[in-house]
């Protein structure tokens, strides 16, 4: 079961918790400096550590070169936030290996030999931490990390060495946003070692109000220090925003409640939905599903939408590959399409 079909605490406001890790294999050169014969040795030895083997829930890896993924899965691959661009630039020498659940995702070849992450519905940043731990270990008992005794584990980019460990929460913050106070937040949280990036990591917009949260220090404390930092960080937050959205809700009254229903409106009824547009109707509908005020919808339905809405998600649906405004009209119907059949069958309940 994919993460965006599952629940998980405090996803009202927490859509996902992820941890990364960034390793490289000692007796290789670093992905900056290596031959494509040494990207084939890296790839064979991941290989060899997981394919077919089970984690603690007993789903197995599957590994697979990003060569042999159709395009539009590649990109699908990014919307599920399961893989990252840069790892789809390179696919003569990248590979991934993912477990049946698309909760655990080794990439190999990227920026370093290797990127794992676990990525989990809701708060659950401890969790995704024991789970990928576990794979790590798995690896490591057949390669040797680049390990330095004082600096911690080596990687390409001097901002990931020591524990190489990025912990981040995607969160929903449209109360926030709508009263205008991100930017304080994005200016404390600055302060305590913390980031804030848009919906696809870094350099991406915040499109319809979701930030991803995360650490940018990874030498000096310990892994489990880095991600207990962003807990408290993120409660704080997730504090913030909830009062924030019942003050909007008291203030506004109606007018509050019928601008939820109307993005709702539009997404059942609109013919043509570009996608900045798209994303702050789906966000302010999920709002109304957060505060209970948008009935037979779940958060998991309308993160669904959220990603079936992403241009591969509309393409795979159509079965073809489009461009310019087709891409907006099929996403129109993808939309109400979906929404009609999520509705009918929770009526018929």
Request: one cysteine or more; aromatic letters at 6%.
């Amino acid at each position: 079961m994919s993460w965006i079909n599952e629940s998980g605490p405090a996803r009202d406001v927490v859509i996902t918790s992820r941890i990364r890790l960034a390793r490289n294999i000692a007796s290789i050169p670093f992905p900056t400096v290596m031959q494509p014969q040494h990207a084939a040795q890296v790839a064979e030895k991941i290989r060899k550590s997981l394919h077919k083997k089970a984690v603690d829930s007993g789903s197995l890896f599957t590994f697979v070169y990003i060569r042999d993924v159709p395009e539009i899965e590649r990109q699908i691959l990014v919307e599920k936030h399961l893989a990252s661009r840069d790892l789809m630039e390179s696919p003569d020498i990248s590979a991934i290996l993912l477990d049946s659940q698309e909760k655990i995702v080794v990439m190999v070849n990227e920026e370093d030999h290797i990127r794992m992450q676990c990525i989990l519905p809701g708060f659950q940043l401890k969790e995704a931490w024991e789970k990928l731990n576990q794979v790590d270990n798995m690896i490591e008992e057949k390669v040797e990390y680049a390990f330095h005794e004082q600096l911690g584990y080596l990687t390409c980019c001097p901002t990931n060495v020591g524990t190489g460990l990025r912990s981040s929460v995607m969160m929903h913050l449209p109360a926030l946003t709508a009263n205008k106070q991100m930017n304080a937040i994005l200016q404390t949280i600055s302060k305590v070692g913390l980031t804030a990036r848009g919906i696809y990591g870094e350099g991406s917009e915040a499109l319809g109000s979701i930030y991803q949260i995360s650490n940018q220090i990874t030498l000096g404390p310990s892994e489990e220090e880095l991600i207990d930092n962003l807990i408290i960080i993120t409660k704080q937050i997730m504090e913030k925003e909830r009062i924030a959205r019942k003050a909007l809700h008291k203030t506004g009254g109606m007018q509050f409640e019928d601008s939820l229903w109307r993005a709702y409106g539009v997404l059942q009824n609109a013919r043509v939905l570009e996608l900045k547009e798209f994303m702050i109707y789906i966000s302010q509908m999920r709002l109304g599903v957060s505060m209970g005020l948008i009935p037979y919808l779940t958060l998991e339905d309308v993160d669904g939408l959220m990603t079936a809405g992403q241009p591969a998600g509309v393409m795979r649906k159509v079965g073809r590959t489009l461009e310019g405004i087709e891409v907006d009209i099929a996403r129109a119907e993808v939309i109400r399409e979906a929404l009609d059949e999520i509705i009918k069958s929770k009526k018929n309940r």
